[in-house]
């Protein structure tokens, strides 16, 4: 597992493209290296004319920057498949955990555990947030105990050994601290009353 990762600089809006830039990524697929229906081969090469036709969720061929990201939407349950890809031509992306493009090599395949070892243990995203992993692909809180991920307005999220939001280690009792100065309790990511406080959301004192 690598050490951390530093995207591109955030923009306001976040809705990048990359035209000409060449991309290599992490790609998922069904156990017949299949992705919504379309018959992929490793060494090979697909493009889409015109390539400005390419839309994120709509139209071309979908990878993501880190191994993690990918097991959002095919997860490690053993039947799903992985390789290293290569994008070029036309690139866009608005959220930066996917992106699209008009031309996709597929250069090999990954095990899991290969992913794993190539998954950095800190990305800061070009969406101007940061997310801490652990070995197994999964969110964890920075080795210091604070939040595991940090979202771009400065709300901080402190989470569990499976990536689900828990309190942080010896910082109190919140799980959430928002950017606003407020703490939010969560069970399985809904909030709810902490034990014996009678309020989901707590205000920080402020100067």
């Known amino acids: 597992m690598g050490n951390m990762y530093s995207a591109s600089a955030p923009s306001s809006s976040f809705a990048e493209q990359h035209d000409g830039d060449v991309h290599d990524g992490y790609k998922g697929f069904d156990e017949n290296l299949c992705c919504l229906g379309m018959q992929y081969e490793v060494g090979k090469t697909y493009e889409i004319n015109p390539p400005e036709s390419v839309s994120l969720c709509h139209k071309g061929y979908h990878y993501c920057q880190f191994p993690a990201e990918v097991l959002q939407y095919y997860s490690s349950d053993g039947h799903n498949r992985y390789c290293r890809v290569r994008a070029e031509g036309v690139i866009r992306t608005s959220n930066g955990d ?30 101007g947030s940061s997310t801490h992993y652990n ?24 989470v569990d050994s499976t990536g689900k939001p828990s309190r942080p280690p010896q ?3 919140a799980c959430l601290n928002t950017n606003t100065g407020e703490e939010m309790w969560l069970t399985k990511g809904v909030i709810h009353r902490p034990g ?10 402020q100067n």
């Not at 996917?98 to 794993?116: D, F, G, N, P």
């Not at 014996?196 to 004192?205: C, G, L, S, T, Y």
């Open 98 to 127: 996917k992106y699209v493009c008009s031309k996709i090599t597929i250069l090999e395949e990954l095990s899991l555990e290969a992913m794993k070892t190539e998954q950095p243990s800190f990305v800061a995203h070009s969406d």
């Open 135 to 158: 070995g197994n692909l999964e969110p964890c809180n920075a080795p210091d105990g604070s939040a595991g991920h940090t979202a771009a307005d400065g709300t901080k999220v402190w």
């Open 171 to 173: 910082q109190g009792p």
């Open 196 to 205: 014996k406080h009678p309020a989901v959301k707590v205000r920080f004192m």
